[in-house]
Nanobody, 120 residues
């Protein structure tokens, strides 16, 4: 019913930039919040919240990415973006898009993930 499709992951050198995109499609009333999480393959830790945008202006960032990453959304396209600058090797992970949509009740959806690899 609801699908999240991510794009933009790539291999980049340290100090470089990438822009991730995630488009939400399907049948729903509205999108409450959108965000990006990341997880290192093989790491038992839960997915780490990278950035969230709850409305057009309310945003949250992990301390590790503040000042380097910027999240934004285009409501007309049901798309959320993550601009990542000054990338570091420790940013290497699979990045997952998340959306909380109104479909009768608030429901939580995830994308399939996109790999970001930062070489030193």
């Amino acid at each position: 019913q609801v699908q999240l499709v991510e794009s933009g992951g790539d291999l980049v050198q340290a100090g470089g930039s990438l822009r991730l995109s995630c488009q939400v499609s399907g049948r729903f009333s509205s999108i409450n919040a959108m965000g990006w999480y990341r997880q290192v393959p093989g790491n038992q830790r839960e997915r780490e919240m990278v950035a969230r945008i709850i409305s057009d202006s309310v945003t949250n960032y992990a301390d590790s990415v503040k000042g380097r990453f910027s999240i934004s959304r285009d409501n007309a396209k049901n798309t959320v973006y993550l601009q990542m600058n000054s990338l570091k090797p420790e940013d290497t992970a699979v990045y997952y898009c998340n959306a909380i949509v109104l479909l009768g009740t608030m429901r939580n959806y995830w994308g399939q993930g996109t790999q970001v690899t930062v070489s030193s």
